[in-house]
Structure formats: structure tokens, C-alpha cells
């Protein structure tokens, strides 16, 4: 990974804005500082997938709080790969709480210093970072299952659970050499060469939340 | 009847008075009674003149007896006075008899024959007339019957006095009535002679004059065999039989029934009434002495004319003591009288407050009280004054409630204000969060920039770093402050938000009652428990309720309060909280928004020691919930707050 990610800051006070964008700037983060909830969803609206962003949210910035923002990123499936951290004040704890128990990253109490946020950013950047080579993975696949027919899924999926070809030829009610014909062409499609391969490689397509099943 | 003072309510005076009870029949008794004595009286007399009347009669047939028995006597002496002129006389004979002038006499008056016989009842001579003339008067005896004779005998006596027979003279018995003169007794009487056949022989009877009296008959000495009969034309009137007596009587008696009746009439009415006014006396006594107010009547000096039992028992003087007596009175407090003097004159002259005022007594035993007095006018039928009727109310509980609550509610106060004082720390805490957090961020990224650009600008490395550090520095400080209102917030307990509402809800009882404002308590009965700062919370309460008091004060009409509180669920965390809301029907927030509302936190209301909404909604914040404001559907403004269910837990757990 080359790129870093770029800090999405949000917070409606300008000075809190402006210096912290000024610090994070100079700490070397990429940063992009909005004054409303709002500005910020409607920016990432556009910018290009997959987005590669840390959000610092402040909680307590009405009409549309933090924790509110929080909820539309989770919706639109950001928090898989994009961490949240929120700015805390007074009388919102209980709702920072709320909100890192639905997923966010964490949160700093104002006023903070540089020696609790800078370290909690780099872990954000390292995680996003992270979150984001598994996403990729993920991507590549899902790609890879996607260029699989129908047949060949069907094939692989019981091939990576142990089946010989001619239990698969039973169970598909196709004939054996047929089997032999689909196996060959998932392996190439998926880049491995043994069974165990195939079964590593379905496993992992499982915990990225890729739908399996053929039918 | 006579009006006990002693309450009887419902009895009748005592059997004793049966007697007076039939009072009313004393007239007729009276009249009956008078009745009764004339009657006696009447009987007595006609009794009397009966008998007297009954002389006369006798007295009337004796002298009628008498008069005849002279007649007689006459007729025989005249006949004696013949006698001796027979004897005298040569020739006896008819002739000779008839001739002698008394004989003629004899005969023209009544003899109608004469007979002189001699010893052998031999007729020696005789003479004789036929008619008598008529000589009777206009109102004499009718003779009925003729016939019935009579004799006067003489004896006949010679010279020598030897006896020569009898003279016999012969007369009728109606010659002899109708020449006696009864015409005194006609007037009276009617006058029969009656045979001893019953026969009349004569009667005064006439047509024009019919006799209706008792009659009484006689048999007549001096003539045989004949009875006098009287029979009086005037009946005697018995007073029983005169009908202006009896009419008299009998309406003396109506008369007697009438007023018995009338008197009876009344005596009921006045029975009535005087046992309605009994059981209205005792009625109102025992109202009176039954009232937690005690009165007390005065004239216009001053002078007590009646007290209740409850003015007797709040002062711990009777009532015997106090009636009568002019101020000053003996319940004043001797420190006091003076000016109690004054007010009595203003009192008596009228300048009483119509709403009352209050003053302190004492008690006998020395306790002082608190009264409140209404003084008003006593006003007689014809409008005039004629003293003064107060009321007293023992004030003394209500005043020692007052100065409880006085006292509660300042040390509420203190104690908010001491909270106010967190609460101002802590906002301000809050405030300055923004600008250090600015700073601190501004000075970190000034002193990472100044390091990789000018590394060897050791003078302004230093500047920025100190700027830095006394950013960190007053960041503690403000952290510090929070911890130390958190700490005070951790003061809390657990209690029901329902309780509260009741709580502060008397902590504005006198605002309610003072704008007659209604309220509507709509309180979920299964609340869960918070755990809140108890006081904090209350105070909010009472805040919102006064503030929404304070929208109705210019509101006509009914004026509504409605608090609410339920179990909801927030949007955001969808923790379950506990909701109050309080809703009026005033002018609502008129495009007022919460921010707008709460901005007056620095601008705290100078009257009374209210919280501002901003310090609201801080005290709610502090407890994670939120306090929020609209107009509410029905119109007029709906306040409303939540706090978390298991928020001071969560807070635990985290830290």
C-alpha cells in the first residue's frame, strides 16, 4: 500500500476545525475538514469507490450529530473498511459509548492533546489500511468466484468440502468426466492446484461475506 | 310555650304541659260554662216566678170564693130580714108574701122563688118570679146552661121565739155569677164554672181572646158540686221556649267554638313555628360550634355579644368570660395591645380589609396563635348597623407549614444554587473546551511544522511549545473541573421520575393555586427507577411547570397544565429512557427553537431563583438525556425531557 488514507474531519466549531486540521496537516495526515454531517455525506457521495478515509466525527454537532453521521456510514457500508473516531464534550459520553459499541473505532474527550489523538490516528491509518488490503482481497475473490458458472460453483463448493469427483457426479446427477471437466476449469479460475487449496480459498471467500451458495 | 335556650331539637315540651296543650279549649269551655249559669240562673227564676204565680192564682180563686161567699152571705141576710116581718105581718099569704118590698127586692135581684114552710114542711106561702132582668154587663159570664139551683134557708122564728118554720128562697146559680162583678179577673183569666158533669155552665170564653196559659180548676165552697176553672191567656214564656234567649245562648256558644278554634289553629302555628325555630336555634348552634372558625358578634363599641364555642376554645376562655367584655381583650398579647387598640378603632369605624387580616392571640395558657380575622358588618332589618360579626380562622398550623416550607424550599434554593454554581463550571468547562481544544491543535501543528522547517529556531521552538503546554495546562484544568462536577453528579439515587413530578409540583402548589391553573397528572403507573440527582431533576420540573405557569398568566379562560411521563425509547441510541413532557394551553413557543430558549442561560431571571431553560438542559444532559421543546398539537407549548433508564450503570461500566 502506497497511498494513505485521508482524514474526513467533521466538526461545526471552526477553530477546532481549522487547528485541528492544521495539526493533523503537519503530523502528516492527509486532511479534509467539513462543518456539518451533511457536507460530509455529500462529498464521499461522489468521491471515487472504494474510498480511502478515516472519519474524526464530532459528536455534539447539531442538526445532524456525530453519532447520527455514524449511523448513515454504517448504513451506506463505509465501517467495514473506513475507521470511525469520535471528538467527545461534555454530556455525551454516554452516546461515545453507544456509538463504539455499534462499531466506531473509539473516541477522545475534548480537549485532547496530540499525545492521545496523533497515536489513536496512526493506529486508524494502520487499521483503514488494513481493513482495506482484506477488502481488496475480498474484491479480487468475489471476482474470481463471479467468473465461475453456475456448474463449475457447484462443483467447487463440494470439492472444497471433500467430495471425490464420483460422489460429485452422483450428487450433480452429471457424469463423471463432466466432473473432471468443471474441476479442472474452477481450479484454473481460481489460481489454486490441490483440493486443500480450493478448500483454503472457499473459506476464505466465506468470512468476506461472499454469497456462496448456487442456488 | 316557652323557648328553651337549651338545644331540644325534635321534643315537645313535657307531658306536663298537656294542660297547655288544650288551652285552647278555654273558650268554649268558658262560653259552655256561662251557658250553664245563665240556664241554672233562668230555671231558678222561672221556678220562682212559677211559684209566685201560683199565689197569685190561689190567692185570685179565693178572693173570686170570697166575693161569692159575701154574695151569699148578702142574699142570706137580706132573706133573714124577711122573717120577721112574716111573723109581724096578720096575712100570711101569696099575696102578702109577695107584696113585702124586700121580697121584691129579693126577687128582682137574684130569688126566683120563695117558699116559707112551716115545721111540718108545710107551705105556708110561696112566691116566685119567672125572668130576672137582664142586668148582666158587656164582658160578663155567657151563661152556657141554666138550671142549677141553689137555696138560701132561713129559719122562721115567732114572736114568742117559737120556731114557725122556714124560708126557702131559690136561686140560679148564673144569676148569681152573672151579677157578681169578675170582670178584674177577665182580664187574666179565662173564667169557667164547671158542673160536677163537666159541663161549663158559664165562661168568659170569646173569640178574640183565646187563652194559652196552664189552667187550674177549683170545686167552689160555696157552691156545691161546681168547680172553678182558670185557664191565663198569656202562657207563661219559660225561658227555654224564648228563642232570642236561646239564639242568644247557642251564638254565645259558636262564638266560644270559634274562638276556641282559632285559638287552636294558632297555638299549633305557633307550636310550629316555635319548634322550627327551636331546631333551627339548635340547628345553628351546633353548626356554630361544629365550625373550624370561631365568631364572634360585637356592637359598636366593641362589646362582645356572642361567641362560638370554637372562638372559646382557640382563646381557652368560656364563653360566660368573654361575652360582654370591651377591648382590650384579655387574649391579646400584653406586647401588642396598643397597636391591637388602633386596629380595633379602625375595626369599629369600619376600615376593616374586606379580605382579612392577621394578627397573633394568646391563649390562656400563654400560647400564642396565629388568626386570621374577617370583620364584617352586622346589619339590623332596617339597614342600620348595629355591630360587627367576625370571623376568626386559627392560622397558626398553616403559618408553622408556611415557615416549613419557607425553609424547605430556601434550603432547595441553596442547594440549587450550589448546583448552579457545578452547573456553571462545568458549562463553562464546556465553553472553553472549544477554544483550547483550538489551541492546543493550532500550537501542536505550529510546533511540528517550526521543527522540520526551521529545526534550529530554538527561540521560537520554545515559544510555541509554551504556548502549547499552557494550552495542555488549562485543558487539565477544565478536565479537572469536569471531574469534579461528574463526581458531584455521581451523587445520585434512584428514584421515581413520578415522585419527583409530585415533589416539585408542590414546590409550585401556591403559583397553581395563586393563576387557578388545572392540572392533569398523567402518570404512567410502571415506571422504571433512574438514577438521577435527585434535586437537580426536581428542579427542572418545577422549572418547566413555572415557566409554563408563567406563559398562562396572561391567558383568559381555563388555564391547563398537563404533565405526562412514560417509558420511550431514544432515537439515537435506542436506550430506554424515561420521558417527561409538560404541556400548557398557552401562546406556545411562537417559532421559538430550544437553542433560542436556552440562550437566555446567561441572562438567568432575576425574579425568583428559577432555573434558566439552558441550566436545564445542562442538568439533563449530565444525566445523558435530552431536553427538547415544540409546540404541542392541542396548541401551547409542550416542554419535554428524558433520562436514560440505565445510563449511571453504562457510565460505571465504562469507566
Known amino acids: 500500500m502506497t497511498e494513505q488514507a485521508t482524514i474526513y474531519l467533521c466538526d461545526d466549531d471552526e477553530d477546532v476545525r481549522g487547528g485541528l486540521s492544521f495539526l493533523l496537516r503537519h503530523s502528516g495526515f492527509d486532511v479534509r475538514a467539513f462543518a456539518s454531517g451533511k457536507e460530509l455525506l455529500e462529498c464521499i457521495e461522489v468521491e471515487p469507490k472504494p474510498l480511502r478515509a478515516i472519519f474524526v466525527l464530532d459528536l455534539d454537532m447539531p442538526p445532524m450529530d456525530g453519532d447520527v453521521v455514524h449511523d448513515q456510514l454504517i448504513e451506506m457500508g463505509y465501517s467495514k473498511r473506513n475507521p470511525v473516531v469520535f471528538l467527545s464534550g461534555r454530556g455525551t459520553i454516554a452516546r461515545a459509548v453507544s456509538a463504539v459499541n455499534k462499531g466506531a473505532l473509539s473516541f477522545v474527550e475534548k480537549p485532547y492533546t496530540n499525545d492521545t489523538l496523533l497515536p489513536l490516528l496512526h493506529r486508524a491509518v494502520a487499521l483503514e489500511e488494513q481493513w482495506t488490503a482484506e477488502a481488496k482481497r475480498c474484491d479480487f475473490l468475489r471476482y474470481m468466484w463471479d467468473s465461475l458458472s453456475a456448474q463449475q460453483r457447484k462443483v467447487a463448493l463440494l470439492v472444497a468440502a471433500g467430495d471425490l469427483n464420483k460422489t460429485v457426479a452422483t450428487k450433480l446427477e452429471i457424469v463423471e468426466r463432466t466432473v473432471e471437466m468443471h474441476r479442472a476449469k474452477a481450479f484454473e479460475k481460481l489460481g489454486v492446484d490441490s483440493p486443500a487449496a480450493l478448500a483454503t480459498t472457499v473459506a476464505a471467500m466465506k468470512s468476506c461475506g461472499i454469497e456462496m451458495h448456487t442456488e | 310555650m316557652t323557648v328553651s335556650t337549651a338545644p331540644q331539637p325534635f321534643q315537645p315540651t313535657a307531658p306536663a304541659s298537656w294542660i297547655n296543650r288544650q288551652l285552647w279549649l278555654l273558650p268554649f269551655l268558658l262560653a259552655v260554662f256561662f251557658v250553664a249559669m245563665i240556664a241554672y240562673w233562668a230555671e231558678a227564676n222561672d221556678a220562682q216566678e212559677q211559684s209566685a204565680y201560683q199565689n197569685t192564682l190561689m190567692a185570685d180563686i179565693q178572693s173570686v170564693e170570697l166575693q161569692l161567699m159575701g154574695r151569699q152571705d148578702i142574699e142570706r141576710t137580706k132573706l133573714r130580714e124577711v122573717a120577721p116581718k112574716l111573723v109581724g105581718s096578720p096575712s100570711v099569704g101569696d099575696v102578702a108574701l109577695q107584696s113585702l118590698p124586700e121580697v121584691a127586692a129579693g126577687m128582682d135581684r137574684l130569688w126566683n122563688r120563695l117558699v116559707w114552710i112551716d115545721a111540718d114542711n108545710q107551705v105556708i106561702a110561696r112566691a116566685h118570679r119567672e125572668v130576672l132582668a137582664q142586668t148582666a154587663s158587656t164582658d160578663s159570664l155567657k151563661i152556657q146552661s141554666t138550671g142549677q139551683a141553689e137555696h138560701f134557708v132561713v129559719p122562721v122564728t115567732s114572736i114568742d121565739g117559737k120556731p114557725a118554720g122556714q124560708l126557702l128562697a131559690r136561686y140560679e146559680i148564673t144569676d148569681l155569677l152573672q151579677s157578681t162583678d169578675l170582670a178584674w179577673l177577665n182580664r187574666r183569666y179565662q173564667v169557667d164554672f164547671v158542673s160536677e158533669l163537666g159541663e161549663v155552665i158559664a165562661t168568659t170564653e170569646s173569640p178574640i181572646k183565646v187563652p194559652r196559659g196552664s189552667r187550674y180548676e177549683k170545686p167552689l165552697a160555696s157552691f156545691k158540686d161546681t168547680t172553678l176553672r182558670l185557664t191565663q191567656f198569656e202562657a207563661h214564656a219559660s225561658w227555654r221556649t224564648n228563642a232570642r234567649t236561646m239564639a242568644l245562648l247557642g251564638g254565645l256558644l259558636l262564638l266560644g267554638g270559634a274562638a276556641s278554634q282559632l285559638l287552636r289553629r294558632e297555638m299549633v302555628r305557633v307550636k310550629r313555628a316555635v319548634m322550627a325555630s327551636q331546631t333551627e336555634a ?229 403559583q397553581i393555586e395563586r393563576n387557578r391553573i388545572q392540572m392533569h397528572l398523567n402518570l404512567a403507573p410502571d415506571l422504571p427507577m433512574v438514577t438521577v440527582d435527585r434535586i437537580g431533576v426536581e428542579q427542572v420540573i418545577a422549572n418547566l411547570v413555572r415557566n409554563a405557569a408563567d406563559a398562562l398568566e396572561a391567558q383568559n379562560g381555563v388555564r391547563s397544565i398537563w404533565i405526562d411521563t412514560r417509558l420511550s425509547e431514544d432515537a439515537s441510541t435506542r436506550n430506554a429512557t424515561v420521558e417527561v413532557l409538560v404541556r400548557d394551553n398557552g401562546p406556545g413557543l411562537q417559532g421559538r427553537t430550544i437553542d433560542m430558549l436556552c440562550s437566555t442561560f446567561y441572562s438567568t431571571k432575576t425574579n425568583g431563583m428559577g432555573l434558566g431553560l439552558g441550566i436545564c438542559r445542562a442538568i439533563v444532559e449530565s444525566h445523558g438525556g435530552r431536553l427538547s421543546a415544540g409546540d404541542a398539537p392541542t396548541g401551547g407549548a409542550e416542554i419535554s425531557f428524558t433520562i436514560p433508564v440505565s445510563q449511571a450503570i453504562q457510565e460505571k461500566e465504562f469507566q
Not at chain 2, 321 to 334: Q, S
Not at chain 2, 382 to 395: C, F, Q, Y
Not at chain 2, 482 to 491: C, K
Open chain 2, 282 to 510: 339548635a340547628w345553628r348552634q351546633s353548626m356554630e360550634d361544629s365550625a373550624l372558625v370561631g365568631l364572634r358578634a360585637r356592637d359598636p363599641d366593641g362589646r362582645i355579644l356572642y361567641v362560638n364555642k370554637t372562638l372559646c376554645t382557640m382563646v381557652g376562655y368560656s364563653r360566660e368570660e368573654l361575652v360582654g367584655l370591651i377591648p382590650p381583650l384579655p387574649f391579646w398579647p400584653p406586647e401588642a395591645v396598643d397597636g391591637m387598640m388602633a386596629r380595633n378603632m379602625n375595626t369599629l369605624a369600619g376600615e376593616s380589609p374586606a379580605e382579612g387580616f392577621e394578627t397573633r392571640w394568646r391563649h390562656r395558657d400563654g400560647h400564642i396563635l396565629d388568626v386570621m380575622i374577617f370583620e364584617a358588618p352586622l346589619v339590623n332589618s332596617h339597614g342600620v348597623r348595629i355591630g360587627w360579626m367576625g370571623s376568626i380562622v386559627d392560622i397558626s398550623e398553616r403559618k408553622a407549614l408556611e415557615e416549613k416550607e419557607r425553609h424547605h424550599v430556601e434550603a432547595m434554593a441553596q442547594h440549587a444554587r450550589l448546583n448552579d454554581m457545578g452547573l456553571i463550571a462545568s458549562e463553562l468547562a464546556h465553553e472553553l473546551n472549544q477554544p483550547l481544544t483550538s489551541i492546543a491543535s493550532y500550537s501542536a501543528g505550529l510546533e511540528i511544522a517550526l521543527k522540520k522547517r526551521l529545526p534550529d529556531e530554538s527561540d521560537l521552538l520554545g515559544a510555541v511549545d509554551a504556548v502549547h503546554r499552557n494550552a495542555k495546562k488549562a485543558g487539565d484544568i477544565v478536565n479537572w473541573i469536569r471531574r469534579q462536577s461528574s463526581r458531584s453528579e455521581s451523587l445520585r439515587v434512584a428514584c421515581n421520575l413520578n415522585v419527583l413530578v409530585a415533589e416539585s409540583l408542590k414546590q409550585r402548589k401556591r
